[in-house]
């Protein structure tokens, strides 16, 4: 047996029951750094046969749950009819307008939402309103992406839309509100405006296609909820994505959980906890992320989480 | 559970969450390793109506494992002082999770079914799509390398020991 042979058996752990110690033994005799070797072995595998068991967190099989709720696979074809989905996003937003104007330091209060959704039926979609003449201009050639080509008021409409993931992220814009300056200023992000290189038309276009036509009607029905709402809501809503649109896909990730972590408490603790992240501010930025990290509501997230909000609390 | 039974996914998550959750609690913090468990899950769901029942299901569900817990990037060991080691079990537990998350990939998932898990061989080797003697190559780099992450821990003796004589302490 030469040294190779000796410690891949040591470390099976069936070679105890397998028997033949004779050839270890002698080897183990002969050479001093596999004997060194082997001690040491066995110092780490005490290490851990000696480590605490560890128990998931009670709450691990209610997150898996939820988890699996969210997988694609399981999503309920009632929440797949793009007429539901639209009348979710306008409850959605209604229901976010409602928290954002609220005024700031009453939430134990606990206002209900006003209601909106008689103004936001009334009001008339504008974002898919008028043709963008100059970009179509560019792209008057027949765009076929995987299918029939687009026709011109496809075009116009695919273009007309903000972006999809904008729309998508809005309630999660409106439920990080704790995070956000009260106001905030400055210029609406340019990924917002209509795409005006011939790149950003193509990228457009392409998830306009890919979308198929439930997705289409459910991006349509986003982006008029969000064009409904009130001008001050749209353009706090809109800076706030110039903050949190470059995060990675995982930091976005990071902060729809928060948000439904906040969602999950009850209104009380929501408010105190709400209370407690837009007390931050008041900190500079190196004390706020030691301060955040330390929140009672920040100790039961998980790193990415954590992560998440601490990068959008030092954005500011 | 593919057919969405609650009580076959209840009988799953009793039988296999305190499993799954330990693997990655000695490699990970533990809000982490309540992610990569959950993840484990979600894929083990997703994809349940690609399983086999003819097949082994504990080789299915180690092999969703070893992947989510390969998938991680290795990290750095910290330096502890001696003495926060010496008082504090938490600073030992994030040294030794340190220590296994330094790895590589293929290295960590070989110690930590076969030490943490308490696979056997076959089975280890089954999940990680590779030979029992890789396993134990693989297992024998991790050894050499946790002996000198984790030496602060085990305080080696400075004087050569005794060689043995009648017994052979293996791990």
């Given at each position: 047996m030469n040294c190779a042979e000796l410690r891949q058996r040591i470390v099976d752990p069936s070679s105890a029951s397998t028997g033949g110690h004779a050839p270890v033994v002698a080897h183990l005799q002969e050479c001093g750094e596999c004997r060194s070797l082997a001690r040491a072995f066995g110092e780490v595998e005490r290490l851990f046969g000696a480590a605490d068991r560890a128990f998931p967190p009670d709450d691990l099989d209610e997150r898996i749950r939820r988890r699996l709720a969210r997988a694609p696979g399981a999503v309920p074809r009632l929440l797949r009819d793009p007429r539901i989905l639209g009348a979710a996003a306008v409850v959605a937003i209604a229901i976010g307008a409602g928290l954002l104007l609220r005024p700031r330091g009453r939430e134990t209060t606990a206002a209900p939402a006003a209601p909106r959704s008689q103004a936001i039926r009334d009001a008339k979609p504008t974002?898919?309103?008028?043709?963008?003449p100059a970009i179509l201009a560019i792209r008057s050639t027949p765009i076929a992406v995987g299918g029939a080509p687009l026709s011109d008021a496809e075009k116009a409409q695919a273009l007309g839309v903000r972006p999809l993931e904008f729309v998508e992220f809005v309630p999660v814009l409106v439920a990080l509100d704790p995070f956000f300056p009260e106001t905030l200023s400055g210029a609406?992000?340019?990924?917002?405006?209509?795409?005006?290189s011939p790149e950003d038309v193509m990228t457009r276009l392409i998830a306009w296609d890919d979308a198929g036509p439930t997705g289409r009607e459910r991006w349509l029905q986003l982006d008029r909820a969000f064009g409904a709402t009130e001008a001050a809501l749209r353009r706090q809503v809109e800076l706030r994505w110039g903050v949190v649109g470059g995060f990675t896909p995982e930091e976005k990730s990071g902060l729809r959980r928060i948000v439904s972590r906040l969602v999950e408490l009850d209104e009380k603790r929501r408010a105190r906890v709400s209370a407690d992240i837009r007390a931050?501010?008041?900190?500079?930025a190196r004390e706020r992320r030691t301060r955040w990290r330390s929140l009672p509501f920040a100790r039961g997230l998980t790193g990415q989480e954590i992560a998440s909000g601490e990068k959008l609390l030092l954005s500011f | 559970m593919a057919a969405g039974d609650s009580a076959a996914l209840q009988r799953l998550l009793s039988r296999w969450c305190g499993p799954v959750f330990s693997v990655f609690d000695k490699s990970r913090e533990p809000g982490d390793a309540a992610e990569a468990t959950a993840a484990v899950f979600e894929t083990l769901f997703r994809t349940a109506a690609k399983?086999?029942?003819?097949?082994s299901f504990d080789d299915r569900i180690w092999s969703i494992v070893v992947r989510e817990a390969e998938r991680a990037p290795r990290s750095s060991v910290p330096a502890i002082p001696s003495a926060r080691l010496k008082e504090s079990a938490a600073a030992r537990a994030a040294l030794m999770r340190a220590a296994v998350a330094a790895l590589p990939p293929g290295e960590r998932s070989a110690f930590l079914l076969t030490?943490?898990?308490?696979?056997?061989l076959p089975l280890a080797a089954a999940s990680s799509g590779t030979s029992e003697a890789e396993i134990c190559r693989r297992l024998v780099r991790a050894f050499t390398a946790l002996t000198e992450t984790l030496a602060p821990l085990y305080a080696p003796r400075a004087t050569e020991p005794e060689p043995p004589r009648d017994t052979v302490e293996t791990p």
């Open positions: 974002a898919a309103e008028g043709p963008p609406a992000p340019r990924s917002l405006g209509r795409p005006d931050l501010a008041r900190y500079p | 399983y086999d029942p003819k097949t030490r943490v898990a308490r696979l056997p």
